[in-house]
């Protein structure tokens, strides 16, 4: 072999393991390992008995001093209370449909005096006080669905923020109008005091079934609504007179896939064609925000095996973008698993493991060092 042709095939094999041993199919996505912006400081392993057990994951609030995570079970229509150390310490609330029982509970919100577990199934809000005693039940207006992801539900001064649409869910693939508003503040019965935010661009301009909403409020009184079909994030000032938007955060990530076609409920009708469709596009699941103007938005891929397989957590890959509201600077980020929840000092919750008696919730602290590799 001539000399020139054996250094090309040299350089060329160097240059293949160099590719392999670096991730060379996106070397723009950056793992958790590799980064010093978002470091794992802590976890929690849950412990489970038989009486004592968590079915499904289906939300997770998060409250210090001392600490308990807040876990909504789906599966077994409860709220586990877990401390530090792992253990269920109680459980709040029984699977049915009347008062203080739980239907597909999906969502939790705890305050100084009140947890309200949302029902899935029924668009309803069951409260009970801090201690688990069940204290009442709420419904929404008539003609009004609740339409969010995971903690997309906030307190503000005398009610809380909700991912509201006017659209019957039965029929919520319809094309959506500039009008049509996303976000609503409720009192404390959960009356609607005002209704704002529009949908993106995409779902005006097509009909899309998947039209949930992330959410998440500021202590600089900031809301960042995020929608499940497109990586931007909508940015509102909630004052004490009125709301205005700010302006919308264009994002984008490399294995953030948008819709190539439209999904309309004629299609969410057929599961087979509606997981089809859903295994080809992306599905945020979190937004949340942090100090100092940084915020983390969170999404997932999935295979058609995912839908077929009632959410199989092995059958999806987690991302995330990472940024700062007035920067551009921008990291593109692959998560260990699901974000679950963030707390009051900057730390985020993410599912390491979701394996049934070998639960593992790791807390990572977040921040934007200087040294930190950026994707703009």
């Known amino acids: 072999m001539p000399p020139k042709t054996l250094n090309i095939c040299l350089f060329t094999s ?24 978002i470091q794992l400081i802590d976890s929690v ?10 079915g499904r994951v289906a939300g997770v609030d998060v409250k210090l001093n001392p600490f308990r995570l807040y876990i909504t079970d789906g599966e077994m229509g409860r709220v586990a ?17 009347g008062p203080g029982e739980l239907q597909s509970p999906s969502d939790v919100l705890v305050g100084e005096d009140y947890t309200i577990v949302r029902q899935g199934q029924r ?47 039965r029929e919520h693939g319809v094309q959506a109008s500039a009008e049509q508003a996303t976000i609503a503040a409720v009192n404390r019965n959960f009356q609607i ?44 000032d909630i004052g004490p007179k009125e709301v205005k938007q700010r302006k919308t955060l264009s994002l984008s990530h490399p294995k953030f896939q948008v819709p190539k076609e439209e999904i309309p409920m004629e299609i969410a009708r057929e599961e087979d064609e509606l997981y089809e469709r859903l295994a080809e596009v992306s599905g945020v699941e979190y937004t ?13 891929n999935q295979t058609k095996a995912f839908y077929e397989s009632k959410f199989d957590e092995e059958e999806q890959t987690h991302y995330a973008i990472l940024g700062k509201v007035d ?5 593109h980020l692959k998560l260990p698993g699901g974000v679950l929840a963030h707390d009051e000092n900057d730390r985020l919750y993410v599912e390491l493991n979701p394996t049934p008696d070998n639960r593992k919730i790791g807390i990572y602290e977040v921040k934007w060092p200087s040294s930190a590799r950026t994707n703009d």
Not at 22 to 29: H, I, L, R
Not at 81 to 97: N, T
Request: aromatic residues 12%; glycine residues 8%.
């Open 193 to 236: 005091v005002e209704t704002f935010g529009t949908f993106p661009t995409l779902y005006q301009e097509g009909e899309y079934a998947a039209r949930q909403r992330t959410a998440d409020v500021a202590g600089d009184s900031t809301l960042a609504v995020g929608y499940r079909l497109v990586p931007d994030i909508q940015l509102y």
């Open 327 to 331: 920067a551009n600077t921008r990291l």
């Open 14 to 37: 160097i240059l293949f393991l160099l590719l392999s041993a670096c991730g060379a199919s996106d070397p723009d996505v950056v793992p958790l390992n590799k980064t010093s912006a």
């Open 45 to 54: 392993e849950i412990h489970e008995t038989d009486d004592r057990f968590i």
């Open 81 to 97: 209370v877990v401390s530090r150390d792992g253990e269920i310490k109680k459980l709040i609330g029984r699977p049915g449909k």
């Open 123 to 169: 668009a309803g809000f069951e409260v009970f006080d801090r201690s688990g005693a069940y204290k009442e039940t709420y419904h929404l207006p008539a003609g009004n669905w609740f339409e969010g992801m995971y903690s997309s539900m906030h307190a503000i001064d005398n009610g809380y923020l909700l991912p509201l649409t006017s659209v019957d869910p």
């Open 288 to 300: 949340a925000l942090f100090e100092e103007g940084i915020f983390v938005h969170a999404f997932a």
